[in-house]
């Protein structure tokens, strides 16, 4: 008896839009632009500012181009689902499945930044046991946080945000008081080169803000998915522009170092000790944030929905009945996030190079995938969209706009290293004959149980 209740079991909406918001706000990538922001630095100089800011506007974009998608098809399967409707049902589980695998690496990579980030505050504890253990313990902390319900996880998100936001602009505002605008020349040091290679390492930074459309299925106005994603984005481009311009205006691009953040540095020489302990809090948070909604979140929803459509086990479409959870989705997710932390303390150049760079090829795929089901959106169901309560302004401007940022994106991250291209076909290839095999397999054991039932 039990199986048909759970089957009708769906998570609760209980997601208002500023739990929204700080989903987006929180899910861009903590260590990318926090820790790595000192790599782009050093490759495009004072140029990084431009850079960052044009990989931050083709994440505009690309939600101002998904929000009505969004907005129509409110689901915890987002892109998975969408491009399902319009390019079939490969396309729609490759969509999906991408974006929730680069999360699983996210989880990783960002979860041992965070165990590193602790390590600040303890400078007494030596060896490379402690990092991984910090790691692995709020991993664990988030991940029972999710269990719990999406309402203590949202509102959990929601403080830490605001608190990081409130941070990073009183950074950026006394900051501004110390500027030394002579930091800011040569803007281009390294010529359109390094510009054009500080692209893709601004859209790491920025990375995961699409993640709220995963909460379609426990908002309670969906209205609220466009404007949380326009305003989250438009949240942090402000917040994390100002901020490196500030950042630079103190220290010299060419005195930035990539042993730490140097967010923290440059908070040490406007407030002292007690600032750099503050601001290496806020960048602890970031992670954190990525970790609780982006990783644990994101990642299980997708596979809860997938799962109820049958491309993935059914054990993932398990809903608690009393918290409204996918609990074995968040479990698999953690249990993945913790491998990747043991595996990247061993071996940090393949989870931060390789894997890392895997990932944005998954998100790309994933983006390019969802702009096509947006455009399809328009073109196959524009009654529908003509009767949505929000529709994207200047259309087909935004949807133009991000095909421009993803293949510049791709460009920049691709063109110099193919090899990387020939893995991700790889496991890309090996993903569809997975696939293949367990539809065919499914299609095969439905077919015999209704033969048997007639």
């Not at 929000?390 to 791709?410: E, H, T």
């Amino acid at each position: 008896m039990s199986k048909p209740i759970q089957l009708e079991l769906e998570p609760q909406r209980k997601l208002g839009y500023w739990s929204i918001w700080a989903l987006g706000v929180g899910a861009v990538i903590g260590d990318g632009v926090f820790v790595l922001m000192g790599q782009g630095i050093a490759t495009a100089g004072p140029g990084a500012i431009l850079a960052y800011l044009v990989a931050g506007l083709s994440q505009l974009f690309l939600m101002i181009a998904l929000g009505e998608l969004a907005v129509g098809m409110p689901n915890a399967g987002a892109m998975s689902h969408w491009v399902e409707r319009f390019m079939g049902k490969w396309w729609g589980f490759l969509s999906g499945f991408t974006f929730a695998m680069g999360w699983v690496i996210a989880g990783g990579s960002v979860g041992l930044a965070l165990g590193k980030l602790t390590m600040w505050f303890f400078p007494q504890l030596k060896g490379e046991f402690w990092p991984v253990f910090f790691a692995i313990l709020f991993i664990s902390i988030f991940a029972i946080l999710n269990i719990l319900g999406t309402e203590i996880a949202a509102k959990t998100q929601l403080i830490l945000v605001i608190i990081m936001t409130l941070v990073m602009a009183l950074f950026s505002l006394i900051g501004l008081k110390d500027i030394n605008f002579n930091n800011f020349t040569p803007f281009f040091p390294h010529g359109a080169d390094g510009f054009w290679a500080a692209i893709p390492l601004g859209t790491y930074a920025y990375l995961g803000a699409v993640t709220l459309a995963t909460a379609g299925g426990e908002v309670k106005n969906p209205r609220d998915l466009p404007k949380a994603l326009i305003w989250s984005s438009i949240t942090f481009l402000t917040l994390y522009s100002a901020a490196q311009i500030v950042l630079q205006g103190l220290i010299p691009w060419d005195q930035i170092t990539m042993d730490g953040s140097p967010f923290t540095e440059a908070a040490n020489m406007i407030f002292g000790i007690a600032g750099a302990y503050i601001m290496n809090m806020t960048a602890w948070i970031a992670a954190a944030t990525c970790i609780l909604m982006g990783t644990l979140y994101a990642s299980s929803r997708i596979f809860y929905a997938q799962a109820k459509s049958g491309y993935l086990p059914a054990f993932f479409g398990y809903i608690h009945p009393k918290t409204g959870t996918p609990v074995y989705g968040i479990v698999a997710v953690w249990a993945a996030s913790v491998g990747l932390v043991f595996f990247g303390s061993v071996n940090p150049d393949f989870l931060y190079v390789e894997l890392s760079t895997q990932l944005v090829l998954a998100w790309l795929v994933s983006w390019t995938l969802a702009l096509i089901a947006a455009v399809l959106y328009r073109k196959n169901a524009l009654h529908e969209v003509q009767q949505l309560s929000w529709k994207q302004p200047l259309y087909p401007l935004f949807p133009i706009l991000g095909f421009v940022g993803i293949a510049i994106v791709f460009y920049g991250t691709f063109v110099g290293s193919p090899m990387t291209l020939v893995r991700g076909a790889i496991w890309m290839a090996v993903l569809y004959v997975m696939f293949r095999i367990f539809n065919k397999s499914k299609n095969t054991t439905s077919t015999t149980r209704k033969e048997t039932t007639l």
